[in-house]
């Protein structure tokens, strides 16, 4: 009775192996932590060089040098987005061009100040617009052009000239650029498991691969991309309808973004991030990880109900009805409404024929519920 009273210690057989065992426990424990810290560590700098690697950026703003309009300093931000049309390498299966590249879609995204409000102004690729001098890949200059189409400033000098030629008409210093191509598009919209639309007609048209029954639908890369690029299968058959559609699939895919739960899904988070940076080409201010994550984390509160969609107001050229040309004081409205931080004015638009695409309503988002987030 007396020794099971007394307290054990490390000098008896059985106490010392015990402490033994347990300063081994501790040991392989520690070890095992360390090395959980350091495999995260790699891993966290695999993925943000594998990412980093991923973007494709221009030095615009050492191309442009100092003569551009000023910064707004009111907290907003302006970014000069494109879609490219490109016909290279995975891109091939559109049809063939001469070897160049022309700005199929273009928005000026205007990001008010705090982020939690946007307006998206859509430029028709073929408006009539001043284009200025550019530099060419090859190193030459193309001459300024008192009425040239606006897709044709990416064509003749790339994303330096495009963003020297949004500058030129709209009056605002493009903060920031960034650039997709079709198969990238492609790729992000299947990567989110494509985007839930419903269309209220049939569209038709074997010029952009796309096919869609009247009703709901969850669009893959393929159909998203025929449905932005698609002008005969619905409208009036000119870019101005095209627009539009544009416009409501944009609404879509933002708010399927908003609906699939990144932030809890590392998993998922990963796949999107990788596939959108290897989508992208920026200027070399959003050319990194941690500068898209910024961007990112900034708007991560906009969904289609805080974001306006306007088209340029334009008017077709008289003297060609398959240009179309700004109408100035309403022109002159959008962008004093931007400038000011402010959503652009009902009136701005009054007029113009880019609501007369007849595309309007045709593809909304789909009502159904968004997705719950996954846990893994």
């Not at 030095?59 to 907290?75: E, F, S, T």
């Not at 190193?139 to 040239?148: D, H, I, K, V, W």
């Not at 077709?316 to 000011?340: F, G, S």
């Amino acid at each position: 009775m007396l020794d099971d009273q007394q307290p054990r210690t490390g000098s008896s057989p059985t106490g010392a192996g015990r402490s033994r065992r347990r300063r081994r426990r501790l040991r392989v424990a520690a070890c095992a932590a360390a090395g959980a810290v350091l495999l995260g560590a790699g891993g966290a700098g695999y993925v943000y060089h594998r990412l980093n690697a991923n973007i494709n950026s221009v030095d615009i703003d050492g191309a442009l040098g100092g003569h551009r309009p000023a910064p707004l300093g009111n907290g907003s931000m302006d970014i000069l987005v494109l879609g490219s049309d490109s016909r290279s390498g995975a891109n091939r299966e559109y049809g063939h061009d001469s070897g160049t590249a022309r700005s199929d879609t273009a928005m000026v995204v205007h990001l008010a100040k705090g982020h939690k409000r946007a307006t998206v102004v859509s430029i028709p690729r073929d408006t009539l617009v001043a284009r200025p001098a550019c530099k060419t890949p090859s190193g030459g200059t193309a001459p300024a052009q008192r009425q040239a189409m606006f897709n044709s400033a990416y064509e003749v000098g790339g994303p330096v000239c495009a963003v020297k030629t949004a500058e030129l008409l709209t009056g605002l210093r493009m903060d920031h650029y960034v650039e997709v191509d079709f198969t990238g598009f492609k790729d992000l919209v299947n990567t989110l498991g494509g985007v839930p639309v419903t269309t209220t007609r049939a569209i038709d048209d074997p010029k952009s691969h796309l096919s869609l029954a009247a009703g709901t639908h969850t669009l893959d890369g393929e159909q998203a991309l025929g449905l932005v690029r698609t002008r005969h299968g619905v409208g009036d058959g000119s870019d101005l309808g095209r627009i539009q559609l544009q416009q409501a699939f944009m609404k879509a895919l933002m708010d399927r973004i908003g609906g699939l739960g990144l932030t809890t899904s590392p998993t998922k988070l990963f796949a999107v991030a990788d596939t959108a940076t290897s989508a992208l080409t920026t200027d070399t201010g959003l050319g990194s990880v941690d500068k898209l994550m910024g961007l990112a984390r900034g708007v991560r509160h906009l969904d289609s109900t805080n974001t306006q969609m306007v088209t340029l107001p334009v008017r077709y050229d008289p003297a060609d009805p398959n240009r179309v040309e700004p109408l100035p004081r309403q022109t002159a409205m959008v962008w004093a409404a931007l400038r000011a931080d402010r959503p652009v004015p009902a009136d701005a638009v009054k007029g113009s024929a880019a609501g007369r695409g007849d595309a309007g309503g045709v593809v909304r988002a789909d009502p159904r519920p968004k997705p719950s987030a996954s846990p893994h």
